[in-house]
């Protein structure tokens, strides 16, 4: 009976053995190919012609890690897909934002990728890439590196506010508007906000009747210049008459700064607007469209400039993410800590520009002056403005 079941065992696996094994079938990659590419010229990016649903609908999804080739055979490997710009100052991503025509590939706050991976002809090169034969017609592939590799990031950085004013508590939140204070800065003389002009998110109306009842003197416009400014006064509903009287004073100075803080331009343009405001008495008004990027960087600038410390740097900006998204430590610190040290760590470490420095810890006013030495103001032009709004 032993011996039976034995030969029994033996003849199971011999019959097992000789079945055929089914391959492995591979997972189908998620790829688009051979698209055409265009030059977005305001920031600086490459727009892959795919509109972002028809994207979405192949199977990538926001927080992936994706490749992109070009036909010149030019790589960005393993960067992030994202519907904002959550990644740091310098680093790519593809990005499907809110509005775009296209997914775009891009640098953040950094070189025109259109230029850095040789999509341009010159004088010299009627086609972009004479040596590939190559055109304006130029493609572009993107694949699925690793699904969902970046999710964590595109969580807790993918955020929105409404423009209605009824989902706010107040005028001033709903605004963006606040004094701000901290180190040497005098009270009452230094306000941030979203636009008085520029009436896109509905604010501007109420920026306008709150920077009047504050007694502002001058304004510091971060994101226009004149001609933009004149097309908002045009509009049927601009209704920001005391910004229209200050604009027309020559109290308005608009500096139209980029989005790109590492450049020299950026530098150079703040630069020039400290002295511009400094020959203004104050109160002053720094605002951008929303008070909260290019605003951020200029209003920890001054912040810094004036002696505060990193806490209180921090404390004002992240007031404007309480503001618009109701994100702050308490009621969801992951969120705060990511958009804290992307952003504001972020701006800080490339004013100190030295690594070494614990930028909680170290006087920054002295890095802030140098920064704005390197930008164009002289000692006494710094001294200048800084009599105006400190104590």
């Known amino acids: 009976m032993k011996r039976l079941l034995i030969l029994l065992m033996v003849l199971v696996l011999i019959l097992t ?8 079938v591979p997972e189908q990659t998620v790829k688009v190919e051979n698209l055409e590419v265009k030059h ?16 979405n609908k192949v199977g990538f999804k926001y927080g992936d890690s994706v490749d992109v080739e070009f036909s010149n055979g030019y790589k960005l490997e393993d960067i992030p897909y994202y519907n904002g710009y959550y990644v740091d100052a310098g680093e790519a991503l593809l990005i499907a934002y809110p509005g775009y025509d296209y997914i775009k590939v891009a640098i953040n706050y950094g070189d025109d990728l259109w230029e850095r991976a040789g999509l341009k002809a010159t004088a010299n090169q009627p086609t972009l890439w004479s040596t590939a ?15 969902g590799k970046y999710l964590d990031v595109q969580e807790a950085r993918d955020i929105h506010y409404p423009d209605e004013r009824s989902k706010f508590p107040s005028d001033i939140v ?5 004094n701000f204070a901290m180190g040497d800065l005098k009270e009452g003389v230094m306000y941030r906000s979203a636009s008085p002009c520029d009436n896109q998110h509905n604010r501007a109306p109420y920026v306008d009747a709150l920077i009047k009842e504050a007694g502002v003197n001058c304004i510091l416009n971060l994101s226009d210049n004149d001609a933009k400014i004149e097309k908002y ?4 509903d601009f209704n920001s008459p005391y910004f229209a009287e200050l604009y027309n004073k020559g109290n308005v100075y608009p500096i139209a700064l980029n989005m790109n803080y590492l450049s020299d331009e950026f530098a150079s343009k703040i630069a020039q607007g400290f002295i511009d405001i400094s020959s203004k008495e104050g109160p002053y008004l720094i605002h951008c469209t929303e008070g909260k990027d290019r605003t951020g960087f200029v209003c920890m600038l001054i912040e810094a400039l004036a002696g505060a410390e990193y806490q209180e ?4 900006y992240m007031v404007t ?16 800590k990511v958009i804290l040290e992307k952003n504001l760590d972020a701006m800080l470490k490339f004013v100190v520009g030295d690594e070494k420095v614990d930028i909680k810890t170290a006087e920054l006013s002295g890095y802030a002056h140098s920064y704005l030495l ?4 002289s000692n006494e032009q710094i001294d200048r403005f800084l009599r105006r709004i400190t104590r």
Do not use: W
């Not at 053995?17 to 492995?24: A, R």
């Open 17 to 24: 053995g000789c079945q055929k094994k089914e391959p492995d």
């Open 40 to 55: 977005e010229t305001e920031f600086g990016g490459v727009y892959i012609v795919m509109t972002i649903e028809d994207f």
């Open 133 to 147: 034969a190559l055109d304006e017609h130029s493609k572009a592939t993107v694949t699925l590196k690793e699904a």
């Open 174 to 178: 709903f605004a963006n508007f606040r």
């Open 233 to 236: 006064m045009a509009k049927d």
């Open 313 to 316: 740097i921090a404390d004002d």
């Open 321 to 336: 993410y309480d503001n618009y998204y109701e994100i702050n430590e308490v009621k969801d610190s992951r969120k705060y």
């Open 374 to 377: 390197k930008a164009g103001m």
